[in-house]
C-alpha cells in the first residue's frame, strides 16, 4: 500500500500542479480523519508519511493544558502536572504523544479521504491564484461570467482562477449572463475562511481610468495623464485629463475619431455616458471646466471651508446642478472642492447679504465712515485678519487709500482683532458650564461659553438639542452640529448598553 500511497501523490501533483507536500499533508488529514472516526472515544491523532518510502505511523496525542484549567476532554486533553510525569520539560500548548495502530489505507472510507484531500487541493489551488495575482492588484482583468448569485458576479479568469464581482462591485441594471465575457478592476486579494478570494470591481473610478489607457496610446506613452474620475456607474461620469505635449489636445484624443474611443469605453461600461474634462492648475478654471455643459457666470471662493459658490443664468440651474444632483455631485467629486450651485438672483441675494454684512463690520469695528467701509468690501477684504496683515502693498493699490490712511487701518484692525481676543478669553471665563461639556467631541472652552449663555450648561442639555437649535444658538453648520450632538448623546447608548447587560447578567437583580 506504501508504494500506492507514492503513486496517488504523484498522480494528483502532476494533474493539478499542486506541490507534492500539500499532497501529503492532506492524506495526512485524510488519515488522521479515519483514525479518529474508527475509534468510539473523542480522540485525537497525528498521522505522519514517510515522503521516500510512503509508510506511515499514527500517533495518539492529547493537548496539554494549564493546572488550573479545566480539562473538557480527558480522551484528548491532559493537565500539565500528569503531562510532565511524562515529559518533565513539556510546557501548555504542546502535545502528549504515543504511537498506536494505523488504520489500513485500503480500509479508509473513500468518501471522506476524497473529500479531505479535494479540499486541501482546493485550497493549495486558490493560494496559488492568489500568489500570482498579488502583484495584479490594480489591473484590469478579463474573464467569463460562471454564474450570477443574488447579484453577485463570479468570473472565470482561465488557468482554475476565479473572481468575484460583488453585487455592491457591479454595474446596476447591467443584464449579466453566464458565458458573457466582462472586464473588471481588480481592487484586492480578500483572506477568506475558505481561501484567499480575488474582488474585482466594475464601478470604481480606476475601472474607467484603465479602460481609457487601453484606448487611447497617448496614456500609455504618458503624453497625456488622467488626473481623476468621478462616476455613477452606469448612468455617468467625468474624467480629468492634462497634456505633456502641446501638440495634443488631451480631450480630444480621449474622445478619438468620430468619437470612437470613448464610445468604446461607454460600451464597456453598460453605455455610461462620460464627460471629458480639461484639467487645469487654477481651482477655480478647474471647477468651471468640471462644469460643462453648464456655463458657469461667477465663482466665489471659501478656502476655510474648502467650497466654492458656483453662480449660472436662472434657466440653466437645473443643467447645472443635473438629474437628482448629478452634475454638481460628479465636479464636486473630481475637483475636490464642495460646491453650491445657485441662480444669479439667489447669487446676487447673497453676496448683497454679505458686503452689507462687511461694510457694518468695518465701520463699527475700525470705526470709520460708510465710503471707506464700502471700497474695503469692494476690494475683496473679508475680515479683520487681511486688513491688520496682508501685504501692506495690496492696501497700497487702492486708489483712494494714501499711506497714512493704509498705517490707521491696519493699526485700528490689530487693536480690534487684540480686542475681540480679550473680551473672548473674558467672556469664557465668566461662563459657568459644567466640565463635561469639554468632554463632548467638537466643544471647545469658546463654544461651551457660548452655549452656556444660552442656558446649555451641560452634556445633557447640549443632547437634548434638536440640530437646528444647535445652529440657530451658534455659527456652526448642520453637519457639524449633528456631529456634536451625537457625540453628547453617546452616554445614553452608553447606558443603555450597560442596563441591558445588567438585566441579562445571571445572578443579577435590580434593586
Known amino acids: 500500500m506504501s508504494k500506492e500511497l507514492l503513486l496517488v501523490v504523484e498522480a494528483v501533483s502532476d494533474e493539478k500542479g499542486i506541490p507534492r507536500e500539500v499532497i501529503y499533508e492532506a492524506l495526512e488529514a485524510a488519515l488522521a480523519s479515519a483514525t479518529r472516526k474508527r475509534h468510539c472515544e473523542d480522540i485525537d491523532a497525528r498521522v505522519e508519511i514517510d515522503r521516500s518510502s510512503g509508510?506511515?505511523?499514527?500517533?495518539?496525542?492529547?493537548?496539554?493544558v494549564e493546572e488550573n484549567e479545566l480539562v473538557e476532554n480527558p480522551e484528548a486533553q491532559v493537565d500539565l502536572a500528569r503531562a510532565r510525569e511524562v515529559d518533565p520539560n513539556i510546557k501548555a500548548g504542546e502535545y502528549i504523544e504515543k504511537l498506536m495502530d494505523s488504520v489500513d489505507f485500503g480500509r479508509i472510507a473513500a468518501q471522506t479521504a476524497k473529500q479531505v484531500i479535494f479540499q486541501k487541493v482546493r485550497e493549495a489551488e486558490r493560494k496559488q491564484v492568489a500568489e500570482q495575482y498579488l502583484g495584479r492588484i490594480g489591473e484590469l482583468v478579463a474573464g467569463n461570467v460562471k454564474r450570477v448569485e443574488r447579484g453577485n458576479i463570479f468570473l472565470d479568469l482561465g488557468a482554475h482562477a476565479e473572481a468575484l464581482i460583488p453585487r455592491?462591485?457591479?454595474?446596476?441594471?447591467?443584464?449579466?449572463?453566464?458565458?458573457?465575457?466582462?472586464?473588471?478592476?481588480l481592487r484586492e486579494?480578500?483572506?477568506?475562511?475558505?481561501?484567499?478570494?480575488?474582488?474585482?470591481?466594475?464601478?470604481?473610478?480606476?475601472?474607467?481610468?484603465?479602460?481609457?489607457?487601453l484606448e487611447v496610446p497617448e496614456v500609455g506613452q504618458g503624453l497625456i495623464e488622467i488626473t481623476g474620475a468621478a462616476r455613477e456607474p452606469g448612468v455617468r461620469a467625468k474624467i480629468a485629463v492634462r497634456s505633456y505635449d502641446r501638440r495634443i489636445d488631451p480631450v480630444g484624443a480621449c474622445v478619438g475619431m468620430r468619437g470612437s474611443r470613448?464610445?468604446?469605453?461607454?460600451?464597456?461600461?453598460?453605455?455610461?455616458?462620460?464627460?471629458?474634462?480639461?484639467?487645469?492648475?487654477?481651482?477655480v478654471q478647474f471647477v468651471i471646466n468640471a462644469m460643462a455643459p453648464a456655463e458657469v457666470l461667477s465663482v466665489a471662493v471659501d478656502e476655510e471651508l474648502h467650497s466654492m459658490d458656483i453662480t449660472v443664468a436662472e434657466d440653466k440651474l437645473s443643467q447645472a446642478i443635473g438629474r437628482g444632483g448629478q452634475n454638481v455631485r460628479l465636479a464636486s467629486e473630481l475637483t475636490g472642492w464642495e460646491l453650491n450651485v445657485m441662480g444669479q438672483d439667489k447669487a446676487h441675494d447673497k453676496n448683497e447679504a454679505e458686503r452689507l454684512r462687511l461694510v457694518d463690520l468695518f465701520k463699527n469695528t475700525l470705526n470709520v465712515d460708510e465710503d471707506?467701509?464700502?471700497?474695503?468690501?469692494?476690494?475683496?477684504?473679508?475680515?479683520?485678519?487681511?486688513?491688520?496683515?496682508?501685504?501692506?502693498?495690496?492696501?497700497?493699490?487702492?486708489?483712494?487709500?494714501?499711506?497714512?490712511?493704509?498705517?490707521?487701518?491696519r493699526n485700528r484692525a490689530r487693536d480690534a482683532l487684540?480686542?475681540?481676543?480679550?473680551?473672548?478669553?473674558?467672556?469664557?471665563?465668566?461662563?459657568?458650564?459644567?466640565?463635561?461639556?469639554?468632554?463632548?467631541?467638537?466643544?471647545?472652552a469658546e463654544l461651551a461659553a457660548r452655549l452656556a449663555q444660552s442656558g446649555i450648561k451641560n452634556r445633557e442639555n447640549l443632547a437634548d438639542l434638536s440640530v437646528d437649535e444647535l445652529v440657530e444658538i451658534t455659527d456652526l453648520s448642520a453637519d457639524q452640529a449633528a456631529a456634536i450632538i451625537m457625540s453628547a448623546r453617546k452616554i445614553w447608548f452608553e447606558d443603555t448598553d450597560r442596563n441591558?447587560?445588567?438585566?441579562?447578567?445571571?445572578?443579577?437583580?435590580?434593586?
Open 55 to 64: 509508510d506511515y505511523k499514527t500517533y495518539r496525542r492529547w493537548l496539554v
Open 168 to 185: 455592491e462591485e457591479a454595474i446596476p441594471r447591467e443584464s449579466v449572463r453566464p458565458d458573457d465575457r466582462i472586464r473588471g478592476y
Open 189 to 213: 486579494v480578500r483572506e477568506e475562511p475558505r481561501g484567499p478570494q480575488l474582488i474585482v470591481s466594475r464601478t470604481a473610478p480606476q475601472f474607467l481610468i484603465k479602460l481609457f489607457e
Open 262 to 283: 470613448v464610445q468604446a469605453v461607454s460600451r464597456g461600461l453598460n453605455e455610461e455616458r462620460i464627460d471629458i474634462i480639461p484639467w487645469d492648475e487654477n481651482p
Open 372 to 409: 471707506v467701509a464700502v471700497i474695503l468690501a469692494q476690494e475683496g477684504f473679508a475680515s479683520l485678519d487681511e486688513i491688520a496683515y496682508v501685504p501692506i502693498v495690496e492696501l497700497e493699490k487702492i486708489e483712494e487709500f494714501d499711506a497714512g490712511m493704509i498705517d490707521e487701518l
Open 418 to 444: 487684540l480686542t475681540q481676543a480679550i473680551s473672548s478669553e473674558e467672556f469664557i471665563l465668566q461662563a459657568e458650564f459644567d466640565s463635561d461639556l469639554l468632554g463632548v467631541e467638537g466643544v471647545d
Open 500 to 511: 441591558s447587560e445588567t438585566r441579562s447578567a445571571p445572578g443579577v437583580e435590580a434593586e
